[in-house]
């Protein structure tokens, strides 16, 4: 995609949505989602968050790639597990059936980067409650892929949790975990897969799961979008792993790294730094690069420059204005 059609389309990002509704509404990371009877509007808008805060700039076209991936992972996997989308009426938009979440996120490991690196390195060879071998280093690949689950916050960070303390603190039951846990193993083996025939290698990703009015385990949120996943391009992977080199990634660890080298890693007395217009444009581009590899189909956006009207005429049937 045309780098000067993402400066052009700089002023005009989803930033955030404001909608009269007869249910109720909820801002999060990401997205904004409305209660409606019972079915959830989730709009993805253009946010985008690193250390658990909401970054000052927008990125174009990132909440209709992360809403064209999701739906297309979600399609993908739904023999898998099921899961609550219903419809996608909008680029930005999913229609998903209300389930009741369950408090754990599901974060699948198959190499040791990111927030697994950084704990490693510290000398820490347990995570989660899984044991990590000796002598690895960053990004080597895991003897086997890892389930490390982590407490949703509402503030603040997430916190790693083991399969123990899940059972001791009651959050879950034996039943409700194992199955989860299976369901979120065999998703990431089949995102492997279909990354893998794309030329990419699925590092890590997290899963969420709720249970729907009938009590059935259903797959909510997203599923292996780059703000909940990261890639590596398989490639290179080699090479650059033993010369010890940072790896070509498709994922948002890019935009961490240029936070830590502005002195911001979400610590307290930090000041968020602005994103430059040009780093901007960098991200929408490995958004969209994201999705046309994994879609294999070239990404066409909608180029509205009034996104929220737009929104909302699609969603006249459901939306109370």
């Given at each position: ?240 792993y033993e010369k010890n080199l940072p790896q070509r990634q498709l994922s948002k ?69």
């Amino acid at each position: 995609m045309d780098r000067d059609i993402i400066q052009e389309h700089l002023p005009y990002t989803l930033r955030e949505t404001h909608y009269k509704t007869k249910g109720t509404f909820y801002r999060g990371k990401v997205r904004d989602t409305y209660l409606v009877d019972d079915k959830l509007i989730l709009i993805a808008s253009d946010r985008i968050s690193a250390f658990d805060h909401i970054l000052n700039q927008s990125i174009p076209f990132k909440g209709q790639v992360l809403n064209k991936v999701a739906a297309y992972f979600f399609d993908s996997t739904k023999d898998i597990v099921n899961n609550h989308i219903l419809s996608v009426p909008d680029p930005n938009v999913t229609i998903a059936k209300a389930c009741n979440a369950l408090p754990i996120e599901f974060v699948v490991r198959g190499y040791l980067a990111g927030h697994a690196w950084r704990v490693y390195k510290q000398g820490i060879r347990v995570l989660c409650g899984e044991p990590l071998p000796d002598g690895l280093r960053q990004n080597s690949k895991l003897p086997t892929p890892i389930l490390t689950p982590a407490t949703k916050a509402q503030e603040g960070h997430d916190e790693d949790i083991s399969r123990a303390e899940i059972l001791e603190r009651e959050i879950l039951d034996k039943e409700t975990l194992d199955l989860v846990s299976e369901k979120a193993l065999q998703l990431f083996q089949r995102g492997s897969q279909m990354a893998r025939e794309k030329g990419l290698i699925l590092v890590d990703t997290k899963y969420e799961f709720g249970k729907d009015n009938q009590g059935n385990i259903t797959l909510i949120d997203e599923i292996h979008t780059p703000d909940s996943s990261r890639y590596f391009y398989a490639e290179t992977y080699q090479d650059l792993y033993e010369k010890n080199l940072p790896q070509r990634q498709l994922s948002k660890e890019f935009v961490r790294e240029w936070l830590m080298d502005n002195n911001f890693q979400g610590l307290e007395n930090q000041v968020l730094p602005d994103l430059p217009d040009s780093f901007v444009v960098e991200i929408s581009m490995r958004y969209i690069e994201l999705y046309e590899k994994l879609a294999d189909s070239p990404f066409v956006p909608d180029l509205s420059k009034n996104p929220t009207q737009r929104i909302e005429n699609n969603l006249q049937s459901i939306l109370s204005t």
